[in-house]
């Protein structure tokens, strides 16, 4: 009897309460620490996720940047990134393994990275066998042959032959314009007239002429078929091919957004 009327008492009752509210704020700052902290790992992530698409849209503006002006600076620039972007998966994948199946997306994400990696450095590796600029690659040699072959035509003043050439490198450079397959055949054919005319000439040096043409339409047709390999324009050879991989890693890396939001 004693002790139900000590615990009906009102002391007995205010200590209750107290406890109650005690426990309540308890567990309010408990769970209040708790939100915080994931708060804290979500921006980190987040964060995380848009370093990484900013270091790709470096990556592509150094490759456009190469594919524009060919200065190996760039290059290196974009090696540099690339490094730093692999890095990065590697590193930010462990951090999102418990959400659950995002392995799959990061192995995905690696692969593309990898094939856009590869394709980029094919390109650039074809470009320098084409020329970096008009005195290296195939484009210096076949330039060398020609300045060689009109330095020898004008001096012993075989104008004739003069204007076949004049017209193989016109053609020569509407293809490097507009990269026109229809100008390499047009340079092909007055290739054709001016080794039949060195053929036909009485000249002593003829078959200096003769080596210094052929040298010069070895060269070009050697550009020719680099350029076709690379795409005669944006969508088509290895830059087609190298264009479309750059909008899948896009869109790999939009997708692992999209589904660790």
Same mark, same amino acid.
């Given at each position: 009897?004693?002790?139900?009327?000590?615990? *009906?008492?009102?002391?007995?009752?205010?200590?209750?309460?107290?406890?109650?509210?005690?426990?309540?704020?308890?567990?309010?700052?408990?769970?209040?620490?708790?939100? #915080?902290?994931?708060?804290?790992?979500?921006?980190?992530? $987040?964060?995380?996720?848009?370093?990484?698409?900013?270091?790709?849209?470096?990556?592509?503006?150094? !490759?456009?940047?190469?594919? &524009?002006?060919?200065?190996?600076?760039?290059? *290196?620039?974009?090696?540099?990134?690339?490094? $730093?972007? @692999?890095?990065?998966?590697?590193?930010?994948?462990?951090?999102?393994?418990?959400?659950?199946? #995002?392995?799959?997306?990061?192995?995905? &994400?690696?692969?593309?990275?990898?094939?856009?990696? $590869?394709?980029?450095?094919?390109?650039?590796?074809?470009?320098?066998?084409?020329?970096?600029? !008009?005195?290296?690659?195939?484009?210096?040699?076949?330039?060398?042959?020609? /300045?060689?072959?009109? *330095?020898?035509?004008?001096?012993?003043?075989?104008?004739?032959?003069?204007?076949?050439?004049?017209?193989?490198?016109?053609?020569?450079? *509407?293809?490097?314009?507009?990269?026109?397959?229809?100008?390499?055949?047009? !340079?092909?054919?007055?290739?054709?007239? &001016?080794?039949? @005319?060195?053929?036909?000439?009485?000249? &002593?040096?003829?078959?200096?002429?003769?080596? +210094? +043409?052929?040298?010069?339409? /070895?060269?070009?047709?050697?550009?020719?078929?680099?350029?076709? #390999?690379?795409?005669?324009? /944006? #969508? +088509?050879?290895?830059?087609?091919?190298?264009?479309?991989?750059? /909008?899948?890693?896009?869109?790999?890396?939009?997708?692992?957004?999209?589904?660790?939001?």
């Amino acid at each position: 009897m004693l002790t139900t009327i000590k615990f *009906d008492s009102i002391k007995t009752r205010l200590l209750i309460i107290i406890a109650v509210c005690l426990l309540g704020m308890l567990v309010l700052v408990v769970n209040q620490i708790y939100n #915080t902290d994931r708060l804290i790992k979500l921006n980190s992530q $987040s964060k995380q996720l848009l370093k990484l698409s900013n270091e790709l849209l470096q990556l592509r503006r150094h !490759e456009k940047d190469f594919l &524009l002006r060919l200065d190996p600076h760039y290059v *290196d620039s974009f090696q540099q990134r690339s490094d $730093s972007f @692999a890095q990065q998966i590697i590193e930010i994948k462990p951090v999102f393994s418990k959400l659950g199946d #995002t392995d799959i997306l990061f192995d995905e &994400l690696s692969r593309r990275f990898a094939l856009y990696q $590869s394709q980029f450095f094919a390109l650039v590796n074809l470009q320098s066998q084409i020329g970096l600029d !008009e005195n290296s690659g195939f484009q210096g040699h076949f330039r060398q042959a020609t /300045h060689k072959l009109e *330095d020898e035509l004008k001096r012993l003043n075989q104008s004739n032959l003069q204007v076949l050439l004049l017209q193989m490198r016109r053609s020569e450079k *509407d293809f490097l314009l507009r990269k026109r397959m229809e100008y390499v055949e047009r !340079e092909t054919s007055f290739y054709k007239q &001016l080794s039949a @005319a060195i053929g036909q000439s009485k000249s &002593l040096n003829a078959q200096l002429q003769q080596t +210094l +043409l052929d040298d010069y339409q /070895h060269s070009f047709l050697q550009l020719v078929s680099a350029y076709q #390999t690379s795409g005669l324009d /944006h #969508t +088509l050879g290895l830059q087609g091919q190298f264009r479309e991989q750059a /909008h899948a890693l896009e869109g790999q890396l939009t997708t692992v957004n999209n589904k660790l939001a």
